[in-house]
């Protein structure tokens, strides 16, 4: 995978990541931070450090037996995942994942996208990425486990993520390689989106041949603490945790206006309408997307007045609301 070197912390070059598509590894752009220098003083430190912010407050995390090797997933029949969700405080998550640090098969800890500001309150201020000074409203995450596999699946907005303590390796495909993937159920799923079925420590090529392909066009990364990768919208990526303790904080944001909506709801209805119809219509429907949504934005509506385009117009913000409550209307009758 590409790796920039050098880059000031405060001025990344987001913006033209986002536009080349691509992702990028950002090497030390977290080096200073707080909590990464406490990790490279020591696990003990880098606990400590997290435990100061600590609000008190309960937060969900996985947990799962040492059975599962740290890879929360499915049983196998895909019919059930093969861990709980839990609510504690984040204190005795900490605490358990300390006691097993040198256990050769732990049990599974993982607390995943909690919201910074929420659970530990000021713990920004020394660790923060400065996506805000660039315009960019994006809340930060924070990531805490012992050596967690997380599937490869993919995520609707851009990411920055960045290695605080520990190290993560990282697999990257484009979206075209969906379908050497694998993807299983769209539910449940083990972290709210759906999931590639390989196992990438115990590939089944014969199960899975087309997975083969997939790799041909993968790209890896393993990232130090205070390195950062930039990971474009709609990426697959599996993220592996290779020490005994890990902390990972990100920051998911969208380039698009805020007012339009996640393309996943369509995906669900596109299913339930679409999708088993005959074949003949579906090629037809096929057509029809292409000209009123895959093509040109603009391609609908250009040969009409502009008073006359309404929805195959741009849309803004009235224009989103009305949509919204059109759709609402339609799918309530």
């Not at 033209?16 to 406490?38: H, K, S, T, Y």
């Not at 050769?104 to 607390?111: H, K, L, Q, R």
């Not at 339009?260 to 309408?273: E, I, R, T």
Request: net charge negative; with cysteine.
């Amino acid at each position: 995978m590409r790796a920039l070197e050098g880059l000031d912390p405060a001025a990344l070059p987001l913006e033209a990541l986002v536009a080349a598509g691509e992702p990028v590894v950002l090497r030390g752009i977290a080096r200073d931070w707080a909590l990464v220098q406490a990790g490279l003083r020591g696990t003990q430190e880098a606990l400590a450090y997290l435990r100061s912010f600590d609000a008190g407050v309960p937060v969900p995390y996985s947990f799962g037996g040492p059975e599962i090797e740290g890879r929360p997933f499915y049983n196998a029949d895909f019919t059930r995942l093969n861990f709980e969700v839990r609510r504690g405080l984040l204190a005795e998550v900490l605490d358990a994942i300390s006691e097993h640090l040198d256990s050769p098969s732990p049990p599974t800890y993982y607390v995943a996208s909690l919201l910074i500001e929420h659970a530990l309150p000021g713990f920004a201020q020394h660790n923060d990425a400065g996506l805000a000074g660039q315009g960019i409203d994006a809340s930060a995450s924070i990531w805490i486990g012992n050596r967690v596999t997380a599937s490869c699946h993919f995520d609707t907005p851009d990411n920055l993520a960045c290695c605080a303590v520990g190290r993560r390796r990282f697999t990257l495909f484009p979206p075209e390689q969906i379908d050497n993937l694998y993807p299983g159920p769209l539910e449940p799923t083990p972290g709210g989106q759906v999931v590639s079925v390989v196992d990438f420590d115990r590939p089944d090529f014969a199960r899975h041949p087309r997975f083969g392909d997939a790799l041909a066009s993968a790209q890896t990364a393993v990232l130090e603490p205070g390195d950062a990768i930039f990971i474009p919208s709609m990426w697959w990526h599996h993220v592996r945790s290779l020490e005994p303790f890990n902390v990972l904080v990100n920051y998911w944001w969208r380039s698009s206006p805020a007012f339009l909506s996640s393309p996943l709801p369509a995906l669900h209805h596109a299913m339930w309408a679409v999708r088993d119809l005959p074949a003949r219509e579906k090629q037809a429907w096929a057509k029809i997307f292409e000209y009123y949504v895959f093509g040109p934005g603009e391609r609908a509506g250009q040969h009409l007045p502009d008073a006359a385009r309404g929805d195959l117009a741009p849309f803004d913000e009235t224009q989103a609301r009305r949509m919204r409550a059109q759709l609402l209307a339609r799918l309530n009758r």
